[in-house]
């Protein structure tokens, strides 16, 4: 029998990688946090019409990614291809509406989409995002847009570009749609395959063709912004103002219209180049007729998800380390000794600091070398000697230091230790 691997496009994220998650995700719940958003967690699978009704049947995510079977009930359920749905559904479910005021949530976990998988593209991701929902106001757009950023610039990544547009209502869209209809109808027979099949399911859909052909030929397409009535209008240029106050550049980007037919008014990407094809790490834009669209009461919204695999690549091609932090190593031989060990770390790990302890049992020659490679500044050395005289070898690695402690007077001084072990400590960013 051959050896089982992972299933094509999924991957296991190692120890080594897990630390670049973890440190992304610490930095985002902090910042949301303090601008009082809320973690809610919604279930992995869902109803099928709910991503339907949602998404729309006429995108791709919908017509050719969706992850859909029938359970042991015969229902026909998904795996989540996105976040928003989700929430938007738990929103109504829950009458969080019914609390009055605006609801800022947030959520992290798996997505799925039946893709080809690549570089910073698997058919199992993992975005982290949120939604503002009960506000029209646009502040609600660019606080947002001025969150991500935040995320983005705290991990170190900032050579990152803002595209921005608007798609404006649905009655706006309706008449773009029919626009770019006639528009495109001449170069039918010059458009990609899957574009000339959007043009008149999803025709706004082909301005985002990655096909070069197809995207010459948007180049002179009629653009939205022309099609805005007065109040989208209005709140575009509300969103550039508070942007530009905010001291957040941005491109127009006409063309940019998302691949989910639930979006209104405001829609953005944040790119970067070094991320190739993929090069959009955040997206995200307004949506205020969803929560009708599902049940629930008219209800304006707006948000984003960040795609965690591509923000981990980012950081790790800056060179960045990010592994665990070991404070102490502690090497021990002997039974006794070792349970004294045991005993020791057991205490300090409660003083909430990080100790490693060698459990190879091998001469202390070979632990020390352990105990350098580690990071720790300090190594705590317990052998018959000390066992029987209930003490420790301390020998700080920093700088060859080598005393001998009382075990008990150790933990009369684990504020002094942990004061030394911190300044002893090699500055260390993300």
Known sequence: MGLIQASRGTRDILPDEVSYWQSVEAIARDLLNRAAYREIRTPIFEETALFERGIGEATDVVGKEMYTFAD???????????GTAGVVRAYIQHNLH?????????????????????????RQFH?????????????????????????????????????????????????????????????????????QDRLHRNPLRILDSKDPKTQRIAQDAPSILDYLSEPSTAHFNRVQELLQRLGIAYQLNPCLVRGLDYYTHTAFEFQLDTLGAQSTVCGGGRYDGLVRELGGPETPAVGWAIGLERLAILIQQQGASMAPTVDIYCAARGAEAEAQALQVVQTLRQAKLAVEVDLSGSAFGKQMKRADRSGAVLCLIFGEEEAQQQTVQMKWLTSGEQIVQRQSELFDQISELREKILLSKPTKKI
């Open 98 to 122: 019914a609390q009055g005021g605006v609801q800022r949530l947030w959520y992290t976990g798996a997505m799925f989409r039946y893709e080809r998988p690549q570089a910073g593209r698997q």
């Open 127 to 195: 975005q982290l995002g949120v939604e503002v929902l009960g506000s029209a106001d646009p502040r609600a757009d660019a606080e947002v847009i001025g969150l991500a950023a935040d995320i983005l610039n705290t991990v170190g990544i900032r050579d990152w570009s803002l595209s921005l547009n608007s798609v404006g209502t649905l009655g706006d869209r309706q008449q773009y749609r029919e626009a770019l209809v006639a528009y495109f109808q001449p170069y039918l027979q010059d458009l990609d395959p899957d574009s």
């Open 72 to 82: 042991r009930g015969d229902r026909s359920i998904t795996l989540r291809p996105e």
